[in-house]
């Protein structure tokens, strides 16, 4: 246990503390522009940061995962603020929580490895164009002071890492980029200028002010639905990527109770569930976050930024903050995949633009992923019905069907054309050893075949070892 504590927490601390202050930079604009899309206070939306930093970093399956609000849940929100009150939003939060965590609890993070590789690379995709899109809005009537800064930090990023990596390049960025704003003032936007944050409106604990009857939790169950299947499908979507990142396996049941156990909490703390983010993630990655002490220092850092440091907070340049955010566009698109997207399978490339295309139409990641999926199955369906293969041997008396694949409702007809009920020969052999029969489809088709054949006055046998498919 000892030991496990250590490796969790303490094995990478210089690296982690590094990590998590930069982080933390990422998170604030964003964390404001999830506020605005779902409705609420600025406010709701940081604290619920905070929050879930904090207990992800204690219960999660996944160290160094950043799990915050994210606008994929924030959306799903808008309607229920707008119609109910933030209360109601705050009541689906703590549903949400609880029902995240018997998603974990009843070990549905499996269902993860039914997402083939070509959805993933998509929802990847998809991530990096959405977290561009959504910076092109700081852009709007800005002048050219903004477009240099981006440019200008964006350099910064990539140059510094040649001569000095003691410490993160986007954080020193940001600092020099807010050092220049602070001695060359001008009209470039800060965080300061997007919302004002008003702390006194915080309250640590806070049960939700609604009726606690059947036709509330009519009104929030939905909702919470919603946000729970969102969340599920955004985080561990995140946590296998990130696994990728580091070359390390991670218990994605555990990410699902701890996810729950955090949404749980924010809610009582007047909090907006939140999930995952790939982004902010894979930037704790990339500059040095392994352990669980990263993600404990971001929520930390934030925690200080905003009610100690805000003087430092509202002063920070967006357009600093939009250079890290474009660096992780750079960093999290699968440029490889388009180097050699002609040795790629025509199916999975086709797939994957699918994916991306729903995803980046609709903002909607979830159903980008059922998309892709159902998209998956179907090619597999149609692979597995082409390589089924019927042989037919005709000895003296004796037909015999020589039946290798996979028989399923695609596939059944193809054995059921094959059949010749005009055959002469008494008696008819169906050798499935080598197939195997995977539904009532496929079942009732044999079925079929065999009342056929009798009808006919031939004597039938179906040669099946295999246990599941007799």
């Known amino acids: 246990m000892l030991q496990r504590i250590k490796q969790d927490w303490f094995s990478n601390i210089r690296a982690d503390v590094l990590a998590g202050i930069t982080t933390v930079l990422a998170l604030i ?44 849940m924030a959306v799903l929100m808008t309607a229920l603020v707008a119609t109910h009150g933030v209360e109601y939003l705050f009541a689906a939060t703590i549903l949400t929580g609880i029902i995240q965590y018997l998603m974990g609890r009843f070990k549905m993070g499996r269902w993860m ?172 990655v990339k500059v040095g976050g392994r ?22 907070l509202n002063i920070i340049p967006i357009a600093a903050l939009v250079g890290v955010m474009m660096m992780v566009c750079i960093e999290v698109f699968d440029w490889s995949y388009v180097r050699h997207i002609r ?30 999926v159902l998209m998956s199955v179907i090619v597999y369906a149609y692979r597995s019905a082409s390589h089924l293969d019927i042989e037919k041997e005709t000895n003296d008396n004796l037909s015999v069907y020589r039946v290798k694949g996979q028989l399923f409702f695609v596939s059944s007809n193809a054995l059921l054309d094959s059949i010749d009920f005009t055959d002469e020969a008494n008696k008819v052999q169906l050798d499935l050893s080598s197939a195997h029969v995977w539904d009532h489809t496929a079942k009732q088709t044999l079925d079929k075949i065999v009342t056929r054949l009798s009808e006919k006055g031939k004597e039938v046998e179906v040669v099946s070892p295999r246990k599941q498919s007799a």
């Open 291 to 312: 352990g669980r002490l990263s993600t404990l220092v971001a929520a930390v850092m934030l925690l200080l930024m905003v009610f100690v440091l805000d003087d430092l």
């Open 29 to 72: 604009p964003d964390s404001l522009a999830f506020a605005f899309i779902a409705g609420v206070n600025p406010m709701i939306s940081i604290i619920s940061s905070i929050s879930i930093l904090v207990l992800i970093s204690i219960f999660g399956g996944r160290s160094a995962m950043v799990s915050t609000t994210a606008g994929s």
């Open 113 to 284: 490895s039914f997402v083939p590789h070509s959805v993933i690379t998509g929802f990847i995709n998809s991530l990096a164009i959405l977290i561009f899109i959504s910076q092109l809005r700081y852009f709007e009537n800005q002048s050219w002071g903004m477009y240099a800064m981006v440019i200008g930090t964006l350099v910064m990023i990539y140059v510094i890492p040649k001569f000095f990596k003691a410490i993160p390049s986007p954080l020193l960025a940001v600092v020099a980029m807010t050092l220049l704003v602070v001695f060359i003032p001008g009209s470039l936007q800060t965080v300061g200028d997007i919302a004002a944050i008003d702390t006194s409106s915080v309250n640590w604990f806070h049960i939700p002010m609604v009726p606690f009857t059947f036709e509330t939790l009519i009104i929030i169950l939905p909702v919470a639905l919603s946000l729970a299947v969102v969340g599920y499908s955004e985080t561990l979507l995140t946590q296998t990527i990130i696994d990728e990142m580091t070359d390390t396996k991670s218990d994605k049941d555990k990410e699902m109770r701890g996810q729950g156990i955090a949404n749980t909490v924010t809610g009582f703390v007047g909090g907006m569930a939140g999930c995952a983010l790939i982004a902010e993630s894979a930037i704790n």
């Open 343 to 372: 040795s790629k399978p025509f199916a999975h490339t086709f797939i994957m633009v699918v994916t991306v295309i729903v995803m980046v139409t609709t903002h909607n990641l979830a159903l980008g992923v059922i998309v892709g």
